[in-house]
């Protein structure tokens, strides 16, 4: 095997698994962003979806010139008909993925909305649940405490209240 074709090898392997669903996958994804606490996992799975979703269009393009071009067609080097869709694909996507964002890092994408009362709430809920608990416990352990628990139960029951209005408004939204 000579150089030539080796390197006809490896842009080959890159067209049919690589390069049109990594293109896709950023046209799809431009919010992933591969540095940061979730960078590991995010080029983890944007590398698998590249692949997965590569091998998937070439099968689809392959099936579709099949049926298509006159008298079949042969996947070779002589008959590029499926690198050449392949190519058309990714240099689609590609520019999709530049139109939103995904290979640019100086224009943030951003987050997907929040349905309302999602995140916070739960937190809301989380810490109302504590400030029950917290009163609970003064209640059962506060009477050998005398005015100071009845204190600390006051303010825990006003900050409970507090925080389930918080929470409804949330949830209101």
């Known amino acids: 095997m000579g150089p030539v074709d080796l390197v006809s090898a490896v842009a080959g392997g890159l067209l049919l698994f690589v390069v049109p669903g990594l293109t896709v996958a950023r046209a799809l994804f431009p919010e992933w962003r591969f540095r940061g606490p979730d960078g590991l996992r995010r080029s983890l799975e944007t590398a698998t979806l590249a692949f997965v979703l590569s091998v998937g269009l070439t099968v689809v393009v392959g099936t579709a010139l099949l049926g298509l071009a006159p008298g079949g067609f042969a996947a070779s080097w002589g008959d590029p008909l499926l ?3 392949l190519a058309a694909i990714a240099l689609v996507a590609f520019v999709a993925g530049v139109v939103r964002g995904a290979y640019s890092e100086r224009v943030p ?10 995140e916070r709430a739960w ?9 029950r608990a917290r009163a609970a416990a003064l209640r059962r352990d506060g009477a050998a405490a005398g005015s100071d628990a009845d204190r600390q139960l006051q303010e825990l029951a006003a900050r409970s209240d507090a925080v389930a209005r918080a929470r409804e ?4 939204r």
Not at 123 to 131: F, H, M, W
């Open 123 to 131: 937190e809301l809920g989380r810490t109302l649940d504590a400030t």
């Open 109 to 118: 994408v951003p987050p997907p909305p929040v349905e309302p009362g999602s």
């Open 169 to 172: 408004e949330e949830y209101a």
């Open 83 to 85: 690198e050449a869709a």
